[in-house]
T-cell receptor
Framework: GENVEQHPSTLSVQEGDSAVIKCTYS??????FPWYKQELGKRPQLIID?????GEKKDQRIAVTLNKTAKHFSLHITETQPEDSAVYFCAASTNAGGTSYGKLTFGQGTILTVHP | DAGITQSPRHKVTETGTPVTLRCHQTENHRYMYWYRQDPGHGLRLIHYSYGVKDTDKGEVSDGYSVSRSKTEDFLLTLESATSSQTSVYFC????????????FGPGTRLTVT
């Protein structure tokens, strides 16, 4: 099955700096890569996603890049703000045998702390 | 919040007792999922459903069963709860198979003593 590794496990930045979180996946058939943000005690929330036919996607201060050859994808947050502090999870979804129900395999999470 | 509710939101139970968690959605989504979240493990898929009475196992299904007799409800049952099943349980829905997007419910914190 798919295996997703996420690094770093913790990341501390100053307000205004950029933050980068990286994930690698094992199954070359994976074709969908979402990122979730989870604040303390809350549900994970989808913040951005990318499909395997796209190399980069941006949404205001966040962007995701995908390198299919190397089987890794990254989340980039620019101009970080204290409200960006949360746990971020990457995930990958794989077609299996031609039928896929969108089963996601998650990374272990990154605790991002943005210091004012 | 994609119209997803979970009940109960918190539960404390004793080892060996049966426990059922409920996920309810109001928007007639076909695909529903149960995950557990534990420190250091991210979210792990327990079971999922692709329609009424259509369910399948996920990554960590041992000790859990599910049922879906109505589109709007997806039940997760721990037949005989163990301390290793202490966790936060999230239900999720996918509005469209092709999109793979999943949206999560508010979660249930379960403690097995």
């Amino acid at each position: 099955g798919e295996n997703v590794e996420q690094h770093p496990s913790t990341l501390s930045v100053q307000e205004g700096d950029s933050a980068v979180i990286k994930c690698t996946y094992s199954d070359s058939a994976s074709n969908y890569f979402p990122w979730y943000k989870q604040e303390l005690g809350k549900r994970p929330q989808l913040i951005i996603d990318i499909r395997s036919n796209v190399g980069e996607k941006k949404d205001q201060r966040i962007a995701v890049t995908l390198n299919k050859t190397a089987k890794h994808f990254s989340l980039h947050i620019t101009e970080t703000q204290p409200e960006d502090s949360a746990v971020y999870f990457c995930a990958a979804s794989t077609n299996a045998g031609g039928t896929s129900y969108g089963k996601l395999t998650f990374g272990q999470g990154t605790i991002l702390t943005v210091h004012p | 919040d994609a119209g997803i509710t979970q009940s109960p939101r918190h539960k404390v139970t004793e080892t060996g007792t049966p426990v059922t968690l409920r996920c309810h959605q109001t928007e007639n989504h076909r695909y529903m999922y149960w995950y557990r979240q534990d420190p250091g493990h991210g979210l792990r898929l327990i079971h999922y459903s692709y329609g009424v009475k259509d369910t399948d196992k996920g990554e960590v299904s041992d000790g859990y069963s599910v049922s879906r007799s109505k589109t709007e409800d997806f039940l997760l049952t721990l037949e005989s709860a163990t301390s290793s099943q202490t966790s936060v349980y999230f239900c999720a829905i996918s509005p469209r198979q092709a999109s793979y997007e999943q949206y999560f419910g508010p979660g249930t914190r379960l403690t097995v003593t």
